[in-house]
């Protein structure tokens, strides 16, 4: 009966796994806050990217971290740079997934902020010329869809139009419209070596506004958004139902690795057990409106389902 009349379920497809790839390694590096998620070398993409075919899930989102870092991210503008690289090695190994390439410029940045500094701040403006180069260069290696992180203003409109002047219409752009400042990307900004001291509140959102948080998403889908994208996800349920309501567009969540975090931790010490706390987690982030759920739980997720695991 509890099944027949179940609301909300969990499938594979539903998850998108974020991948880390290093260019200063040659063995897959533990990030010891997120216990089992790695940073892994280039050579090793081809098989993380397969192995993410066969458990079902279906999307990789690429983020790099690499040591050539500059004052303006200028690694992801070259074709032969880390970002571009990882996109045409994913997409060889396993050319039936949906590729998502992470638009941003921290993890690229020798300052670790998401585009160009001016006078101690972004310059967003600036930022949107590179953003719209990057995008590019990530359409010809071969991204399926490119996902711009950055929380520039006026960044996807700047990203379709050099996407569709340089050839590339059908790359789809998932927007990190709704992006939080949020202390629950702490795990990332390690595991992605990020130099980054300071605060983005000047471009990443207010926890407390919600009226902003639908106004940033609905801006970014008049600008041309094929997806949109509510970042933390568990803290912010209720922007991820509200923003579900008010557009017909596909809503992502990023379940971030801050949540992923806790719940390790917590099921270390024995206080919580990390499979029932995360599938109940990825079915209220469902349930809260979310068709798309970017996940570091995708891959075992995918296994506690299909091996018929209910909250
Ligand atoms: C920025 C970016 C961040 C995350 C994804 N893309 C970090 C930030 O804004 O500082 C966070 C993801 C996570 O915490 O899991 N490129």
């Known amino acids: 009966m509890r099944n027949l009349l179940r609301e909300t379920r969990l499938h594979p497809h539903d998850f998108?796994?974020?991948v880390f790839v290093n260019d200063g390694i040659r063995d897959?590096?533990?990030i010891p806050s997120m216990p089992g998620v790695f940073n892994y070398p280039e050579s090793m993409l081809g098989d993380v990217v397969r192995k993410t075919r066969d458990s079902g899930v279906q999307a990789v989102l690429l983020f790099g971290v690499t040591g050539n870092k500059d004052p303006v991210g200028g690694d992801t503008l070259r074709e032969e740079g880390l970002m571009a690289r990882m996109i045409r090695s994913a997409k060889e190994a396993a050319p039936e997934l949906v590729v998502i390439s992470d638009n941003c410029f921290c993890e690229y940045t020798d300052h670790g902020h998401c585009g160009v500094l001016k006078d101690?701040?972004?310059d967003n403006d600036a930022t949107l010329e590179n953003l719209g180069r990057q995008a590019v260069v990530a359409a010809k290696a071969g991204a399926d869809l490119v996902a711009p992180s950055a929380m520039m203003d006026g960044q996807v409109g700047a990203m379709r139009?050099?996407?569709d002047d340089e050839?590339?219409?059908d790359v789809g752009?998932?927007?990190y419209s709704t992006k939080f400042a949020s202390s629950f990307y702490g795990p990332f900004r390690d595991a992605v070596d990020s130099s980054f001291k300071g605060s983005r509140n000047s471009y990443q959102m207010d926890a407390a506004n919600r009226r902003e948080a639908?106004?940033?998403?609905?801006?970014d889908e008049e600008e041309g958004a094929d997806v949109l994208m509510v970042k933390p996800a568990l803290p912010y349920l209720d922007v991820i139902r509200e923003i579900r309501e008010a557009t017909e567009l596909p809503v992502a969540a990023y379940q971030v690795s801050g949540e992923y975090a806790m719940i390790?931790?917590?099921?270390?010490t024995g206080a919580l057990d990390a499979k029932a706390v995360a599938l109940e987690s990825l079915t209220s982030i469902k349930r809260a409106g979310a068709d798309v759920i970017i996940t570091y739980f995708a891959l075992e997720a995918a296994a506690w389902i299909s091996g018929g695991a209910k909250i």
Do not use: R
């Not at 639908?214 to 801006?219: A, C, F, V």
């Open 16 to 18: 998108v796994l974020p």
């Open 214 to 219: 639908l106004d940033e998403s609905l801006t």
């Open 264 to 268: 390790q931790a917590a099921s270390s």
């Open 120 to 122: 101690g701040d972004v």
């Open 161 to 163: 139009e050099e996407l």
């Open 173 to 175: 752009i998932m927007s």
């Open 28 to 30: 897959a590096v533990p």
């Open 167 to 169: 050839g590339f219409p």
